[in-house]
């Protein structure tokens, strides 16, 4: 009986958790001006006939702040990497030098900031929509108890809304600070 307590509070956990890790991969998606090889996590690349992340067919650095090179491994790609690159649509004019792919990023503008920030806000309603799903699914799992008396019910709602609780108050944060680095000039 209290095992079965343990596996839907742990359950709720875990989605609750999955929900968090997804927002804070979605937030290293949203650029907020400083250049960073995770802006180009989302390209992938026609290798070989097979959509292949970017990673993985080549270098990809950032000499300073404001510059991302892609280095491929094979320079037959090197087109292949700059059409990628366009086609995902990320706001970059890639340059082909013959060797590697640069990519100069440009400073964000107050609407761009602005359009970034909208953005990082639905990410973290939807992570909270996702919470408020887990706790209602253990919510229900706990009602399908019958074996349990209702102070127990009671106790383990309680424990569900305080994890709940928890973890909206650190998307909250977590946004904030996205907000904070995606506004600042």
Same mark, same amino acid.
């Given at each position: 009986?209290?095992?079965?307590?343990?596996?839907?509070?742990? !359950?709720?956990?875990? $989605?609750?958790?999955? =929900?968090?890790?997804?927002?804070?991969?979605?937030?290293?998606?949203?650029? =907020?001006?400083? $250049?960073?090889?995770?802006?180009?996590?989302?390209?992938?690349?026609? *290798? *070989?006939?097979?959509?292949?992340?970017?990673?993985?067919?080549? #270098?990809? #650095?950032?000499?300073?702040?404001?510059?991302?090179?892609?280095?491929?491994?094979?320079?037959?790609?090197?087109?292949?990497?700059?059409?990628?690159?366009?086609? $995902?649509?990320?706001?970059?004019?890639?340059?082909?030098?013959?060797?590697?792919?640069?990519?100069?990023?440009?400073?964000?503008?107050?609407?761009?900031?602005?359009?970034? =920030?909208?953005? $990082?806000?639905?990410?973290?309603?939807?992570?909270?929509?996702?919470?408020?799903?887990?706790?209602?699914? =253990?919510?229900?799992?706990?009602?399908?108890?019958?074996?349990? !008396?209702?102070?127990?019910?009671?106790?383990?709602?309680?424990?569900?809304?305080?994890?709940?609780?928890?973890?909206?108050?650190?998307?909250?944060?977590?946004?904030?600070?996205?907000?904070?680095?995606?506004?600042?000039?």
């Amino acid at each position: 009986m209290n095992e079965e307590i343990e596996f839907i509070l742990e !359950s709720a956990k875990e $989605a609750m958790v999955k =929900a968090l890790t997804h927002l804070e991969k979605q937030f290293v998606n949203i650029r =907020a001006g400083k $250049a960073s090889p995770s802006m180009l996590g989302s390209v992938t690349v026609d *290798y *070989y006939g097979t959509q292949t992340p970017l990673a993985q067919v080549a #270098n990809v #650095n950032t000499p300073d702040g404001r510059t991302i090179t892609v280095q491929p491994w094979e320079k037959s790609i090197l087109q292949d990497i700059e059409q990628a690159i366009m086609v $995902a649509n990320l706001g970059f004019n890639p340059m082909n030098n013959g060797e590697s792919v640069i990519i100069n990023v440009p400073p964000l503008t107050e609407e761009r900031r602005r359009e970034l =920030a909208k953005q $990082a806000k639905s990410e973290a309603e939807e992570a909270k929509i996702s919470i408020r799903g887990s706790r209602k699914d =253990a919510n229900n799992e706990l009602k399908k108890l019958s074996e349990i !008396s209702e102070d127990l019910k009671k106790n383990v709602e309680t424990d569900i809304q305080e994890m709940t609780d928890a973890k909206i108050k650190t998307i909250d944060s977590l946004f904030a600070a996205k907000e904070k680095e995606i506004l600042k000039v």
